[in-house]
């Protein structure tokens, strides 16, 4: 399954961006969709995932604040985040994992600013 993320950008300090991560067809025998982010000189980061059942689980950096849907079809993933801080600046992937295997995207910066 080929995945781009999109909708990153620069945002000041208490904005708000919403990312979305598309599959190329849609994703058969999917069993969870998730974010993950990497700050520049960090590791990367699991930041929450969505199962098919519609349970969602994140980090406790975010909560409260992130938000993982995605649509029915199965094709995509968003991650909603609000009240950004600067500690949220990173590039974010999407990833999926489906009895098949596992796919990841190409990332999609986020830089927040103080």
């Known amino acids: 399954v080929q995945l781009q993320a999109s909708g990153g950008g620069l945002v000041q300090a208490g904005g708000s961006l919403r990312l979305s991560c598309e599959a190329s067809?849609?994703?058969?025998?999917?069993?969870?969709m998730r974010w993950y982010r990497q700050a520049p000189g960090k590791e990367r980061e699991w930041v929450g995932s969505i199962l098919m059942n519609g349970s969602v689980n994140y980090v406790d950096s975010v909560k409260g604040r992130f938000s993982i849907s995605r649509d029915r079809a199965k094709k995509a993933v968003y991650l909603q985040m609000n009240s950004l801080e600067p500690r949220d600046t990173a590039v974010y992937y999407c990833n999926v994992d489906t009895v098949y295997g596992t796919s990841w995207g190409q990332g999609t910066l986020v830089t927040v600013s103080s």
């Open positions: 067809t849609r994703i058969i025998g999917l069993k969870v």
